[in-house]
């Protein structure tokens, strides 16, 4: 029974990476950086993204992540 259960997760795996590879490779999902984005992306882009940036971005700021790295 585990054997059977492990087959179908593998299969279905497998038939969703290959359905997404030709969704991509025929178009059909743009994967372009300039497309305009889609209906569920502007919706989950504009729920999570509710919250202002606790880190003002100023030249002081941006200087300073770059003498951390």
Same mark, same amino acid.
């Given at each position: =029974?585990? $054997?059977? +259960? %492990?087959?179908?997760? *593998? %299969?279905? =795996?497998?038939?969703? &990476? +290959?359905?997404?590879?030709?969704?991509? #490779?025929?178009? &059909? +999902?743009?994967? #372009?950086?300039?497309?305009?984005?889609?209906? !569920?992306? *502007?919706?989950?882009? $504009?729920?999570? !993204?509710?919250?202002?940036?606790?880190?003002?971005? *100023?030249?002081? #700021? !941006?200087?300073?992540?770059?003498?951390?790295?």
């Amino acid at each position: =029974m585990l $054997k059977g +259960i %492990l087959f179908g997760v *593998t %299969l279905t =795996m497998g038939i969703a &990476l +290959i359905g997404g590879c030709f969704l991509v #490779n025929s178009g &059909l +999902i743009p994967a #372009n950086a300039d497309a305009k984005p889609g209906r !569920l992306e *502007t919706w989950m882009a $504009k729920t999570s !993204l509710k919250e202002q940036n606790p880190v003002a971005l *100023t030249d002081q #700021n !941006l200087l300073g992540q770059m003498d951390r790295k």
